[in-house]
């Protein structure tokens, strides 16, 4: 399948599964007391926030794994590089620090890319922001934070 289109498929296929996974455990409460509740003790999250999940979580999110390499032709360095963008990007997410740059959210790029913003607004209100690499799910979706945009503006104002 090559290096890039397996590396492209198996970050669309894990950006759906996180997505749907997240967003499900949102919208019913039993669900999120059995399995997502621990990430979100991490109110103002860190990098270690990140992977803090319950076992019953760790299972869900890991499922993705054999998945993609069972079902997707992918090459191994693709595979690879597909689990480091993706720890990256989680890891990324959780610092609590906006690295995007001001004119992002201006750009197409700003529209399709998920930031730490995005998914600090999540841990602080629990409703919406459920992408992790995009935000395109959550624009398709309608549960895009209403203020993330005029949030992240005066989150890259500061610096």
Same mark, same amino acid.
């Given at each position: 399948? /090559?290096?890039?289109?397996? *590396?492209?498929? /198996? +970050?669309? =296929?894990?950006?759906?599964?996180? @997505?749907?996974?997240?967003?499900?455990?949102?919208?019913? $409460? %039993?669900?999120?007391? =059995? @399995?997502h509740s621990v990430h979100h003790e991490s109110h103002n999250p860190s990098p270690w926030a990140a992977y803090c999940v319950s $076992? +019953?979580?760790?299972?869900? *999110?890991? +499922?993705?794994? $054999?998945?993609v390499a069972l079902t997707l032709p992918i090459h191994p360095v693709a595979f690879g590089l597909f689990w480091f963008f993706q720890v990256t990007i989680a890891v990324a997410g959780h610092t609590g620090y906006e690295f995007h740059a001001k004119w992002l959210m201006d750009s197409w790029l700003g529209k399709f890319f998920s930031t730490p913003t995005?998914?600090? *607004?999540?841990?602080?209100?629990? %409703? /919406?922001? @459920? /992408?992790?690499? @995009?935000?395109?799910?959550d624009r398709w979706m309608g549960t895009n934070h209403p203020d993330y945009e005029k949030r992240y503006r005066e989150v890259v104002g500061r610096g």
């Open positions: 399948m /090559g290096l890039v289109l397996g *590396q492209r498929r /198996g +970050g669309d =296929l894990h950006a759906r599964h996180v @997505f749907l996974l997240d967003a499900s455990a949102h919208h019913h $409460p %039993k669900l999120f007391r =059995l @399995f $076992p +019953g979580e760790a299972v869900i *999110q890991a +499922g993705i794994i $054999p998945l995005n998914h600090i *607004q999540h841990h602080d209100s629990f %409703k /919406g922001n @459920f /992408g992790l690499y @995009f935000n395109l799910w």
